[in-house]
């Protein structure tokens, strides 16, 4: 791993029944996310705009100041139209309970998740805590309160 790059320890428990399910890793030496696998039991089949919630098998420990953003895989989103209802979704440092994946299929087609499927990444990242101070007036910008396309479509 190179010097320059901020490395945390994610420690990791798979739950009882899935010992077989591989922990999260990262498929290739500049990859962003850790991908993450399906602890389906068999087979779940996806219909075409239905949602479910997948398990991993897995819940994590991160230290606190970190978080693991859950997003989906671009992959599955191209070729299936397969993604994620809450992406990202955030794991917080003090969540210990089961990572469960809401995927949705947009596809046309049903969609197949088998035991051990890379179905999600999980990305960690640091987190700042917010001092919430409310004021009379914020200090005026050239955008002010424009939004929603108010600098054009294009």
């Given at each position: 791993?190179?010097?320059?790059?901020?490395?945390?320890?994610?420690?990791?428990?798979?739950?009882?029944?899935?010992?077989?399910?591989?922990?999260?890793?990262?498929?290739?030496?500049?990859a962003?996310?850790?991908d993450?696998?399906?602890?389906?039991?068999?087979?779940?089949?996806?219909?075409?705009?239905?949602?479910t919630?997948?398990?991993?098998?897995?819940?994590?420990?991160?230290?606190?100041g970190?978080?693991?953003?859950?997003?989906?895989?671009?992959?599955?989103?191209?070729?299936?139209?397969?993604?994620?209802?809450?992406?990202?979704?955030?794991?917080?440092?003090d969540?210990?309970?089961?990572?469960?994946?809401?995927?949705i299929?947009w596809?046309?087609?049903?969609?197949?998740?088998?035991?051990g499927?890379?179905?999600?990444?999980?990305?960690?990242?640091?987190?700042?805590?917010?001092?919430?101070?409310?004021?009379?007036?914020?200090?005026?910008?050239?955008?002010?309160?424009?939004?929603?396309?108010?600098?054009?479509?294009?």
């Open positions: 791993m190179s010097d320059s790059l901020d490395q945390v320890t994610l420690r990791v428990q798979r739950l009882k029944g899935n010992e077989d399910i591989a922990l999260p890793s990262y498929e290739t030496e500049g962003s996310g850790l993450l696998r399906a602890a389906v039991n068999g087979e779940v089949t996806l219909r075409p705009g239905e949602i919630l997948v398990p991993t098998g897995l819940a994590i420990s991160l230290p606190q970190y978080e693991a953003q859950v997003r989906p895989r671009s992959g599955l989103a191209l070729k299936y139209g397969v993604g994620m209802v809450n992406a990202p979704g955030t794991v917080d440092a969540y210990r309970g089961e990572i469960g994946i809401i995927l299929n596809g046309r087609e049903p969609f197949v998740i088998k035991r499927d890379r179905i999600a990444q999980m990305v960690i990242t640091r987190v700042s805590r917010a001092e919430v101070l409310e004021v009379e007036r914020l200090e005026p910008t050239a955008r002010g309160g424009g939004g929603f396309g108010h600098s054009g479509i294009r």
